[in-house]
Nanobody, 119 residues
Framework: QVQLVESGGGLVQAGESLRLSCAAS????????MGWYRQAPGKQREFVAS???????DYVYSVQDRFTISRGVVGNTMYLQMNGLKSEDTGVYYC?????????????WGRGAQVTVAS
């Protein structure tokens, strides 16, 4: 089992930056990919970004050139640097992890961190 804990959410003004962190514990050595999803009020949860153990990254089009996902040196941490935040980025951000490179849905989820962007 893997436990994921997010930190770094908060309230910012449009155009400002935030960095989210995710720490994995438990059997984190089995993780092949980590990523972020978000859920805005009244909307479905959507994929934001992911990074594989080998370093391959993927982003949803709406955050490309503004968000950067990275893994920590130790390997059980992950970050999402969010620059140029917009009001539409508001939502609960969930850390996610996959046990397999080919799986579509994550196997593990964090509890989420609130990000609110005031316009």
């Amino acid at each position: 089992q893997v436990q994921l804990v997010e930190s770094g959410g908060g309230l910012v003004q449009a155009g400002e930056s935030l960095r989210l962190s995710c720490a994995a514990s438990g059997s984190f050595f089995e993780i092949k990919r980590m990523g972020w999803y978000r859920q805005a009020p009244g909307k479905q949860r959507e994929f934001v970004a992911s990074v594989a153990s080998g370093g391959d990254v993927d982003y949803v089009y709406s955050v490309q050139d503004r968000f950067t996902i990275s893994r920590g040196v130790v390997g059980n941490t992950m970050y999402l640097q969010m620059n140029g935040l917009k009001s539409e980025d508001t939502g609960v951000y969930y850390c996610a992890a996959w046990r397999s490179e080919v799986a579509v849905s994550p196997h593990y989820w964090g509890r989420g961190a609130q990000v609110t962007v005031a316009s």
